[in-house]
């Protein structure tokens, strides 16, 4: 951004903050400071009635660490980014290496239903869910029995071995279109005359995967990459719909976690400390997207 | 069968198949909202042996989603509103006019972007509470503003930097002065990029469920995704009536979505790849 560039002779240099200042002040009051608030109560023992806030200092931070419910948290959400991006993501390639070549007559109706996962509220993502795992009445249930595996049929989100998965498969189910979509957005910058000139040279589908497909979609699958599995960092919505964190805390991750001890139970300065863990995961992730972008110098 | 459809055949069914998984659990919650529940269990994926609106009408006025669809269109409409035009005033701002601080104010508003809600909800929930502001619409929509406009400021400002030089000229030259010229010249220019900007922002606010969680405790200011939530929790045997109200939740905002469906998806993925 080059500051100055834009003005005209005679111009007010601090025009500009005129037309930034409303969103600013918004911004600031509502987003920015409450970071650096949640920041700054991470290092109180306090529990946001009384006046009485202890510095504690990194204790709450040394603390999680051999917090048994902070452990089983992030270890649930690292296993919600094997279902969230390494499984869509393989998915969404092997879908793009499908559609690799001449185009599909009527894809774009394909497209629209891919994607729609991703416009519909997660509560309502798990009311559909929760009635397809129903272990009575689920379709899930109906139709093991069906093809005749009755001895499959699962309590599936009621079972302390099955509900992690379950819940996790319905993150497959909603950001493997996703996937799809940006890789095949990505494989039309491809330019044809690659493939046609790897088959000429007699190279396999197979290679011109690896060779072509692969390197020409680096900067998506960092992007995929990257945007899932931040999905998976912050998954609330979900765990609040489907198990509320259970049973037992089978299925508890970060974000319940801190919704759970801040706003139920009143530890602020411990849900703090998990927020500020989490936000730093978070940021990390999102400059390492931009990292990515800005080595390829791709347009928007 | 020509030789082309022989090649084709196989991927249609590949892609078919992985349709219908993102397809079925959809197509079955809105064929559920039309029956009850004796039918739901025995054929789950059927259609309807009759057309009936009473799930609807039920969920509508027992459930109090007439209640949630109030309080989720007027949040919706305010946070959307002044975003899309605060996001265009701050956007034009890094994108065209002179501002002191320019490298240091555009990552500030960044950071907005890609912090999560769990950042900030814990000093707003004490904020708000203290404030006596909580179970207003107020607790619901100017969080949602601050980090709406963050996204909005980065969407349009690349939209402002890209704006033909010779017609902001031009009409300089013309005797505009910069909010004429913004509002004459550019805003007509910028409908694609602003039209992206109001559905995301739209579908957003209208999923928001965290901050609508924490804010409010009444039933009467719940927003549609708490309220199913809530509603989930109370009738968890009554599927029917929950399919109706899980419909109406997403119905808004899939219409949305078919309808500018280009927008959507180049703002999906632009977003994505702006981070």
Redesign the interface.
Known sequence: ?K??R???PG??????????L???L??L???????L??FR?SFFDWN?FTEARTFIGFKNYINLFSDPLFLKAISNNLVFIIFYSIIPIL?GLM?AA??TG?P??GFGF???????????????V???????FNP??G?IN?FLSLIGLDHWRQAWLGSFEYALPAVGSIGT?VQ???C???FL?GMQRIPTEYYEAASLDGANGIKQFRHITIPGLK?EIG??M??TM?AA??V??LI??TTRGGPGDSTLV??FL??RA??LNNR?GY??AI??V??II??AL??L??RF?AEEK?P? | MSI?WK??L???L??IV??L??????W??LM?AFKTDTQ??SS??TLPETLTLENFKQAWTVGKFNIFFKNSVIVTTAVVISSVF??T??G???G????????L??P??L??Y???F??????????MDALGLRNTYLALI??Q???S??F??LWMS?FFENAPRELVDAA?IDGCN?WQTLWLILWPLAQPATTTLIVLIF?WT??E??LA??MVQTEAMRT???G??FF?GKYTSN?SL??A??II??LP??L???IF?RF??RG???G????
């Open positions: 951004m500051t100055g834009h003005s005209y111009e007010n240099k601090w025009k500009g903050l005129f037309y930034l409303p969103a600013l918004i911004y009051g509502f987003t920015f400071i409450p970071i608030e949640t109560a946001g998915i879908l499908i559609l001449q599909i007559p394909f497209r629209t239903v891919f994607f729609l996962p991703q416009v519909i509220s997660m509560v309502v798990g009311v559909i869910w929760r009635w397809m009575v009445s379709p109906q189910w493997y279109g996703f799809m979509v940006l957005a900067s992007v995929a990257i945007t931040i960092l912050r609330f919505d609040y719909s970060t974000g801190i919704y801040a706003i602020i849900g703090a927020a500020t989490l936000t978070i940021l999102s400059l997207i931009r972008m791709e928007a | 082309r090649r084709l196989p991927r249609y590949v892609l992985f349709m998984i993102v397809l079925l659990p959809i079955g919650m559920s739901i269990a789950p994926f605060l996001s005033l701050s034009y701002a890094f065209q006019l002179p501002m002191p601080g320019k490298n104010l555009f500030l508003m950071l907005g890609m912090v999560p769990e950042a900030v909800i814990i000093p707003l929930y004490n904020w100017l969080p503003i601050g980090l406009v963050s909005g400021t690349t300089t910069r579908m209208w999923n469920f965290l969680l924490v549609l995704p708490v199913l939530a989930q599927l929950m399919a109200g899980a939740v997403a905002t899939v949305i979505y078919v469906q959507f998806i999906m993925l632009g994505a790849i702006k981070g």
